[in-house]
T-cell receptor
Framework: AAGVIQSPRHLIKEKRETATLKCYPIPRHDTVYWYQQGPGQDPQFLISFYEKMQSDKGSIPDRFSAQQFSDYHSELNMSSLELGDSALYFC?????????????FGPGTRLTVL | QKEVEQDPGPLSVPEGAIVSLNCTYSNSAFQYFMWYRQYSRKGPELLMYTYSSGNKEDGRFTAQVDKSSKYISLFIRDSQPSDSATYLCAIEYNQGGKLIFGQGTELSVKP
């Protein structure tokens, strides 16, 4: 079965650089979520999109922005990177089922800021 | 105070043991409760979800929700070394919305 695809899997950047993370949801899934997981931490919700519109916003820094495109893939843009941005970034996707919208997670992008 | 609290462990048990993992939460309005399993450097994988109170069983795994005490549990019977992973409880903030995770419990099942 198709899963959520994230690219790149690993990314190394210098402080103050920018980074773009991409997420390709499971086919027919119309909702995308972004989470940040620091070392030894639980995943923290950043932002979500439903049908290309922002649906919820969590603890996402102003330096970060995201969008969902017409093909439902999503990109997380991160500028003025800081050392503290080093983390695993997960994308999850879901489709409405009438009950809970099960979120399926991708393998993550490991961002290291030097 | 975090909305979801989970003992981070680590928890080490012998193969075949019954494992009990627990979380507490603060908001009585929460309705959907999940357990995710996360292997090292991988994305969380949904194990089970429960709506409202009650039990749900799937093979060796049983999820339990007690809304009166705001307590959720995951039981693993006949634990196997392949069960070694971090287990995260999660609550869906509202239907179709963000997940709030507990800190995760690192489980190690020794052969």
């Amino acid at each position: 079965a198709a899963g959520v695809i994230q690219s790149p899997r690993h990314l190394i950047k210098e402080k103050r650089e920018t980074a773009t993370l991409k997420c390709y949801p499971i086919p027919r899934h119309d909702t995308v979520y972004w989470y940040q997981q620091g070392p030894g931490q639980d995943p923290q919700f950043l932002i979500s999109f439903y049908e290309k519109m922002q649906s919820d916003k969590g603890s996402i820094p102003d330096r970060f922005s995201a969008q969902q495109f017409s093909d439902y893939h999503s990109e997380l843009n991160m500028s003025s990177l800081e050392l503290g941005d080093s983390a695993l970034y997960f994308c999850a996707s879901s489709m409405p089922t009438g009950g809970t919208d099960t979120q399926y997670f991708g393998p993550g992008t490991r961002l290291t800021v030097l | 105070q975090k909305e979801v609290e989970q003992d981070p462990g680590p928890l080490s048990v012998p193969e075949g043991a019954i494992v009990s993992l627990n979380c507490t939460y603060s908001n009585s309005a929460f309705q959907y409760f999940m357990w995710y399993r996360q292997y090292s450097r991988k994305g969380p994988e949904l194990l089970m979800y429960t709506y409202s109170s009650g039990n749900k069983e799937d093979g060796r795994f049983t999820a339990q929700v007690d809304k009166s005490s705001k307590y959720i549990s995951l039981f693993i019977r006949d634990s196997q070394p392949s069960d070694s992973a971090t287990y995260l409880c999660a609550i869906e903030y509202n239907q179709g919305g963000k997940l709030i995770f507990g800190q995760g419990t690192e489980l190690s099942v020794k052969p």
